[in-house]
C-alpha cells in the first residue's frame, strides 16, 4: 500500500492531484496552461486588422494617384484645343481659352481613353474651366471602394484631383 506521499509523487505528471500539487507548490507549468494561445490570438487579430488597414490605405492612395495622372492628362489635352489667339500689338500672339472649350475638351479626352468606363462615378469638378485664358484647369472627382472594408464604407471614399496644363504658342 502507498502512502498519500508516495500517490502524489507517481501521480504528478497526470490527474487532479497534479492540479492540486502545481496550485500549492508553485509549478509555474501548470499555471500557465493556455496563455500562449491566447497571446497568439490577439497578436494575430491585431496583425490582421494592421494589414487590412495598410491596404485600405494604400488602395485610396494608389485611386487618388490615377486620377491626378488623368487630371494632368485631361487638362494637357484641354490646353491644346485653343480656338482663338490673342494678337495684341507688339507681343507675341498668345492663345485663348475659354471655360466651355476646356470642360469639353476634357470630357472629350475622358471619353477617348474610356476613363468613364475605368474609374467608378468619375466626373468633372467644380472649377474646371480657366482661371486666367491661358491655363486649362481640369478638376475630376471619382469614389475608390478599398477592398474588405466595404461592408463599413458601403459608399465608398470619394477622391479629388485637380491638373492645371498652360497654352503656350512656340516657333
Request: glycine share 12%.
Amino acid at each position: 500500500m502507498r502512502t498519500l506521499r508516495g500517490i502524489e509523487r507517481s501521480s504528478r505528471g497526470t490527474g487532479i492531484v497534479a492540479g492540486l500539487w502545481g496550485r500549492f507548490h508553485g509549478d509555474p507549468g501548470e499555471r500557465d496552461d493556455g496563455q500562449t494561445t491566447i497571446v497568439l490570438l490577439g497578436f494575430t487579430l491585431v496583425t490582421l486588422l494592421l494589414t487590412i488597414t495598410v491596404m485600405a490605405i494604400t488602395s485610396v492612395y494608389i485611386g487618388e494617384r490615377k486620377l491626378q495622372s488623368l487630371a494632368d492628362r485631361a487638362s494637357s489635352a484641354a490646353a491644346d484645343t485653343f480656338t482663338d489667339l490673342d494678337r495684341s500689338e507688339g507681343a507675341a500672339p498668345s492663345p485663348i481659352l475659354t471655360h466651355d472649350g476646356v470642360a469639353g475638351a476634357a470630357s472629350s479626352y475622358l471619353g477617348t481613353v474610356g476613363a468613364f468606363d475605368e474609374v467608378e462615378q468619375l466626373s468633372l469638378g467644380a472649377p474646371t474651366g480657366t482661371p486666367d485664358g491661358l491655363t486649362a484647369q481640369v478638376t475630376l472627382e471619382a469614389v475608390v471602394h478599398p477592398p474588405v472594408v466595404n461592408f463599413i464604407i458601403p459608399a465608398g471614399v470619394p477622391i479629388t484631383a485637380t491638373g492645371d496644363a498652360r497654352a503656350v504658342m512656340g516657333r
